[in-house]
């Protein structure tokens, strides 16, 4: 029927677009709530002010990038790196704190370093069994007391859940029983989310047919 064909149409013309904008609401709105929070909490400024950028919307989203900017400046340097060290030595010798701030700040610094290799491959895996394949990602290699247990060479892998892939697994692999793939993260990703509706190069084929 022409009313179901225009109804699904319309769907996939909306759908992308809402639940983006959704997101980004969310984000948006999560970041001026935090600002607000500390304002508040740390009265650095009068109740007339706090209500007037209350309804100022992305503030919090613009002071965060400014923020990041600014720091980032000033850690590019070597004053900026010295009192970052003396940061790092400080929090390094708080009990608990120490666990847990060493352990984020090293999953960060490979994240997000030009040189690491996390999340830099996308690969093909069996998993949860033999003869079942799914989507992983490269985090790096094993090291230390994991990779002495361990014969042959192993890689270190990030299996993400669908449709939701900042949840997933951690797996060391032996090598030989990995492939990879030619595509990109992003396009990995977009395949995990969309639960393999969404196969890469099918845009591009699609643009091509119209």
Request: net charge positive.
């Amino acid at each position: 029927m022409p009313i179901k064909k225009y109804l699904l149409a319309g769907l996939l013309v909306w759908t992308p677009l809402v639940i983006t904008v959704a997101v980004l609401s969310w984000l948006v709105g999560s970041l001026d709530g935090a600002f607000i929070g500390v304002l508040t909490k740390l009265r650095l400024t009068s109740p007339d002010t706090i209500y007037w950028l209350e309804h100022v919307p992305g503030l919090g989203v613009i002071l965060l990038i400014l923020v990041l900017l600014v720091s980032g400046a000033l850690v590019s340097n070597v004053a900026g790196r010295w009192w970052m060290k003396q940061w790092d030595r400080l929090l390094n010798q708080i009990p608990i704190v120490k666990s847990i701030y060493s352990s984020v700040k090293k999953v960060s610094d490979t994240l997000f370093s030009d040189g690491g290799n996390a999340f830099r491959k996308a690969l093909l895996i069996q998993y949860p069994r033999q003869g079942v394949w799914t989507i992983a990602f490269q985090t790096g290699t094993p090291s230390g007391e994991v990779a002495s247990k361990l014969d042959g060479e192993h890689i270190s892998v990030y299996v993400p859940t669908t449709p939701n892939p900042t949840s997933g697994f951690f797996l060391v692999v032996p090598c030989a029983e990995v492939k990879e793939l030619n595509m990109s993260v992003d396009e990995a990703l977009t395949y995990v989310i969309s639960m393999g509706a969404v196969s890469p190069g099918t845009q591009a084929i699609q643009e091509k047919r119209n």
